[in-house]
């Protein structure tokens, strides 16, 4: 039995980022030669000119993650707080 499973991975978390992760796509298939992208059949691409899209947005929207945890140093500030314990031993939260 089939079921419908919406917590796929192209679902769109913030919606009101649909467009610019739209553009940040045509902008990236067009640095990549593929000027015509949005019009073009994408099953008539290989599998490498596909990954190299979604390759290339996914480490685009790393790098500006980073920059935005980021302290302007290029280095991502910790999530984790270590807390000196009693026994002077580093304990995570």
Same mark, same amino acid.
Request: net charge positive; hydrophobic share 30%.
């Given at each position: @039995?089939? #079921?419908? *499973? *919406? /917590?796929?991975?192209?679902?769109?978390?913030?919606?009101?980022?649909?467009?610019?992760? *739209?553009? @940040?796509?045509?902008?990236?298939?067009?640095?990549?030669? @593929?000027?015509?992208?949005?019009?073009?059949?994408?099953?008539?691409?290989?599998?490498?000119?596909?990954?190299?899209?979604?390759? *290339?947005? #996914?480490?685009?929207?790393?790098? @500006?993650?980073?920059? /935005?945890?980021?302290?302007?140093?290029?280095?991502?500030?910790?999530?984790? #707080?270590?807390?000196?314990?009693?026994?002077?031993?580093?304990?995570?939260?």
């Amino acid at each position: @039995m089939a #079921t419908n *499973n *919406n /917590s796929g991975s192209k679902r769109i978390i913030v919606p009101s980022a649909r467009h610019a992760l *739209n553009q @940040m796509k045509l902008e990236i298939a067009s640095e990549l030669g @593929m000027t015509n992208y949005d019009t073009m059949d994408k099953g008539t691409l290989t599998s490498r000119e596909n990954g190299y899209v979604g390759g *290339n947005i #996914t480490r685009n929207l790393v790098e @500006m993650a980073q920059a /935005s945890l980021g302290d302007g140093t290029g280095k991502v500030q910790s999530l984790v #707080t270590p807390e000196k314990g009693s026994s002077g031993v580093n304990n995570f939260k």
